[in-house]
Nanobody, 123 residues
Framework: QLQAYGGGSVQAGGSLRLSCAAS????????MGWFRQAQGKEREFVAV????????YYSDSVKSRFTIARDNAKNAVYLQMDNLKAEDTAVYYC??????????????????WGQGTQVTVSS
């Protein structure tokens, strides 16, 4: 199971750090990352990182502002979000997949989902 936390409300230009802890299963061989879903929109890919950390992908909309990190000893993945914009407002979900899809990782290709955590950015 994956459990995400760390969401909240912040003003535009601010920062938030999301965390996702895994339990009940080891995700050491999995790609782990994040999706988000804004109200009325489809769930979209945000970022993903391989277990070894040598493969990292970001969506164009968050590249250079968000940083994904993993702590394999803690079976966790993090998303540091800086310079947040109003359009980043969404429910953020952590996810895991055995395969590498790069930036083409879609909700239908996720093996495990965490529950969402709300991020609200006010302008």
């Amino acid at each position: 199971q994956l459990q995400a936390y760390g969401g909240g409300s912040v003003q535009a230009g601010g920062s938030l750090r999301l965390s996702c802890a895994a339990s009940g299963n080891t995700f050491s061989s999995y790609f782990m990352g994040w999706f988000r879903q804004a109200q009325g929109k489809e769930r979209e890919f945000v970022a993903v990182k391989s277990w070894g950390g040598h493969l990292t992908y970001y969506s164009d909309s968050v590249k250079s502002r968000f940083t994904i990190a993993r702590d394999n000893a803690k079976n966790a993945v993090y998303l540091q979000m800086d310079n947040l914009k109003a359009e980043d407002t969404a429910v953020y979900y952590c996810a895991a997949s055995r395969r590498n899809y790069g930036t083409y990782w879609s909700p239908g290709s996720v093996d495990y989902w965490g529950q969402g955590t709300q991020v609200t950015v006010s302008s």
